[in-house]
């Protein structure tokens, strides 16, 4: 499983590496301002991935942050040789990759701001463990955040069962793909022999839906690779605070504030530990938490929960929908907006209900939180004047603050530590990232402005693919047209192939409009 003498396991089995929005420096640098801390800035940044696999996660963020450095390093010359070339498809001067063990970076690799190893720390002995933590401690600016993913008990505990049992079955393998197999087979025997209603049945029931969802590349690297060591979470820091790193924060802001917790048990919890750290591992126990993404920082940040006033210096965005009529805005009556992926948030806050609604006409661009509070008092009062006492207006301002700091908890607002340039109506000759669309010319995966994953349908992808500032409307058709020709697109109406080229062009003009402006909500549009 760990390759010939020549190469990883990484090299025979590359893994497919996306963008990770909870690693951004935009990300890190929001949340080490919200618990009071003064993060640099990102659009001037410098920032190292340990293990960036093909610079996946990096080249997006380069290309958004042309004032940064970025630097990746990996094990696998394979995926290092594939992200320079997509480096030099793309034209990136700010990205560097290298081909590189952790263990033989030097003290003096640094200084960056942002120190990130995402899917490394459990995956790897003991050794590269210690290592991967002392690069954060040596190469982090003194303001600056490093992210470390990592598995963590008791949720691994389950999980790791069915990983040994699985090494078990493929330890004679010959290759890579054999053992992906046989470890899936081996997993649907168990799951058809265990007896209804137990416990087991109901962990391999459990695993099988998580690997039936996956690709053959996790399996082989999360359950077959020689080394996954999860650790409990007290024992991590631990380990972080022997090298003079702190705990920051969790990347995922809600896992750490638990919103799913009854206000009991929520209280219990707080009658256990009034202390952080000690609270995240009684956290931990109370959902059973198997993976964390943990901050860290060389001193503990000046706030142990995050702070609603430091929005002021943020930026707000949100892709709501739930319309927000006119007469209810100033009224005191809940009004419930719908988020990504089936996401609520109900408000009957009447300045937040139209700041909420102020950020839904906005997206995919952000607003600054001042700008923000300004548009959702004018429209609440129109073109009246208003006037309001110094203390209610702090306590509305306040207030607003900490729901939307609530909604970004709960995954329905973003704050951002800078602003992406982005539009939501396409210009004469509309233009993406560079990245996305080499991206799209390869697949359905894209990454967004916001450095979230976007999928995209094969006609989709293929206008994306081609803009580039260059294609006015017309050449776009054109361009689209010409692949249903040569049958390298298959265009539909009324679920039948349309194989005609004049009636192509005609659906194609008809549907470019609301084709690019899917494109613009999906925030794949640039400035």
């Known amino acids: ?308 006033d430091r929005l002021a210096g943020l930026h707000v965005a949100a892709h709501l929908e739930g319309a927000l009529p006119a007469a209810d805005a100033p009224s005191g009556v809940p009004h419930e907006f719908r988020g990504p992926n089936g996401l609520t948030f109900t408000t009957g806050h009447a300045i937040t209900k139209a700041a909420l609604a102020c950020l839904a006409d906005a997206w995919p661009a952000s607003l600054p939180f001042a700008e923000l509070q300004a548009l959702a008092r004018a429209r609440l009062v129109g073109d009246a004047v208003v006037t309001q006492e110094a203390e209610e207006y702090a306590r509305d301002t306040r207030q607003l603050a900490e729901n939307l700091l609530q909604g970004f908890a709960a995954g329905v607002v973003e704050l951002h530590a800078f602003a992406a340039p982005l539009v939501s109506e396409p210009g004469e000759r509309p233009l993406a990232p560079a990245f996305a669309r080499l991206q799209a010319r390869d697949g359905a995966w894209v990454t967004n402005g916001w450095h979230q994953l976007v999928n995209l349908d094969p006609l989709t992808c293929k206008l994306l693919h081609h803009l580039d500032g260059g294609h006015d409307r017309e050449a776009l058709v054109e361009v689209l047209a010409r692949a249903v020709e040569e049958e390298k697109l298959v265009l539909e109406r009324y679920d039948r192939p349309v194989k005609d080229a004049d009636r192509a062009r005609g659906i194609l003009r008809r549907e470019l409009g609301a084709n690019l402006r899917r494109l613009g909500t999906c925030a794949l549009l640039t400035a």
């Open 1 to 308: 499983m760990t390759g010939t003498a020549d190469t990883t396991s990484y090299d025979e089995v590359p893994y497919p590496s996306f963008p990770i929005p909870q690693a951004h420096p935009d990300h890190l640098a929001t949340l080490a301002t919200l618990f009071g801390m003064t993060p640099p800035p990102v659009e001037r940044c410098r920032v190292l991935e340990l293990g960036c696999a093909d610079g996946g996660n990096l080249l997006a963020m380069a290309e958004r942050l042309p004032g940064s450095e970025l630097v990746g390093i990996d094990l696998s010359p394979r995926q290092i040789d594939a992200g320079l070339a997509a480096i030099a498809v793309v034209g990136l001067s700010n990205v560097t990759l290298r081909a590189m063990s952790i263990l033989d970076v030097p003290d003096d690799f640094g200084p960056f701001d942002y120190v990130l190893a995402h899917g490394i720390y459990s995956w790897v002995p003991p050794a590269v463990q210690d290592k991967l933590l002392s690069i954060c401690a040596k190469s982090l600016a003194p303001d600056g955040v490093a992210y470390v993913s990592y598995n963590v008990y008791p949720g691994w505990h389950a999980r790791g069962a069915v990983r040994e049992m699985m090494r078990f079955h493929t330890r004679q393998a010959r290759a890579p793909k054999e053992a992906t197999d046989a470890a899936r087979d081996l997993l649907a025997f168990l799951l058809d022999a265990a007896p209804e209603g137990t416990a087991y049945r109901g962990l391999l029931e459990e695993e099988q839906a998580v690997l039936g969802r996956v690709r053959d590349t996790y399996v082989y690297h999360e359950h077959l690779e020689e080394a996954n060591e999860p650790v409990y979470f007290a024992e991590f820091v631990g380990r972080a605070a022997r090298h003079g790193l702190a705990f920051l924060a969790e990347a995922d802001l809600g896992a750490s504030l638990a919103p799913r917790l009854s206000s009991q048990v929520a209280g219990a919890l707080a009658q256990l530990s009034d202390a952080a750290l000690p609270r995240e591992q009684y956290l931990d126990f109370l959902i059973n938490r198997m993976f964390r993404q943990t901050l860290l920082c060389h001193a503990a940040p000046p706030a142990r929960e995050p702070q609603p």
